[in-house]
């Protein structure tokens, strides 16, 4: 079973410019989540789809992020326009449907680092 | 706001014992999560306490107080490749539930 990826592994781009991120979760996971660390500090939540639907975006940082789930397959965040502050690592996350009651036990992606400049 | 208190850094020798302790102040607590994370990979799921008490899971047990808003993850027998990130996470209630992170914890093992 292939595990959660994420596509840029890294990306450098200027002030102002636009990033889109893609993570394609595990097959058949209902649950999509995005995190971002900071360096050095916690991995803080973004957002949750459950299928194609945003269940919780309480985390976004502001309206320059937006994130899909197109068919509640993969999803992308896109960044527009990036600023200094919005460096990072992003991670992706997925988990089977909240039935399976292990909310707690997600899978994450090896994430993407983003750096500003 | 909800947080997770872990020390930033661990340092320790093959095949001692370490302790990463864990301090939350959340609100609809449901249990605490442990992820390990090594440098340039995925976190991934080591242990889950939704009971006050100690988990074993082979050479890694945690243990979670409720009446204390604590919990540690325990490493025996370290081995060089533990030398990772630990990141304690916290199950709070919503709609649907999510996790808390902390900052996480760099252990590092030396021989």
């Known amino acids: 079973e292939a595990g959660v990826t994420q596509f840029p592994s890294h990306s450098v781009i200027e002030k102002g410019q636009t990033v889109t991120l893609r993570c394609d979760p595990i097959?058949?996971?209902?649950?999509l989540y995005w995190y971002r660390r900071v360096m050095g500090k916690e991995i803080k939540f973004l957002l949750h789809?459950?299928?194609?639907?945003?269940?919780?975006e309480s985390g976004m940082p502001n309206n320059r992020f937006l994130a899909e789930r197109t068919g509640g397959t993969y999803s992308t965040l896109k960044v527009q326009p990036a600023e200094l502050e919005d460096s990072g690592v992003y991670f992706c996350?997925?988990?089977?449907?909240?039935?399976?009651?292990?909310?707690?036990?997600?899978?994450f992606g090896p994430g993407t680092r983003l750096t500003v400049t | 706001g909800q947080s997770l208190e872990q020390p930033s850094e661990v340092t320790a020798v093959e095949g001692a014992i370490v302790q990463i302790n864990c301090t939350y102040q959340?609100?609809?607590?449901?249990?605490l999560s442990w992820y390990q994370q090594h440098d340039g990979g995925a976190p991934t799921f080591l242990s889950y306490?939704?009971?006050?008490g100690l988990e074993e899971t082979g050479r890694f047990s945690s243990f979670l107080s409720r009446s204390d808003s604590y919990g540690y993850l325990l490493l025996q027998e370290l081995q060089m490749k533990d030398s990772a990130s630990y990141f304690c996470?916290?199950?709070?209630?919503?709609?649907?539930?999510?996790?808390?992170f902390g900052a996480g914890t760099r252990l590092a093992v030396h021989p």
């Open positions: 789809f459950v299928k194609e639907s945003k269940q919780d």
């Open positions: 097959s058949g996971h209902d649950n």
């Open positions: 996350a997925s988990s089977p449907s909240v039935v399976w009651g292990r909310e707690y036990e997600q899978y």
């Open positions: 996470a916290a199950l709070v209630s919503g709609g649907y539930n999510k996790l808390i």
């Open positions: 306490n939704a009971l006050d």
């Open positions: 959340t609100s609809g607590f449901y249990g």
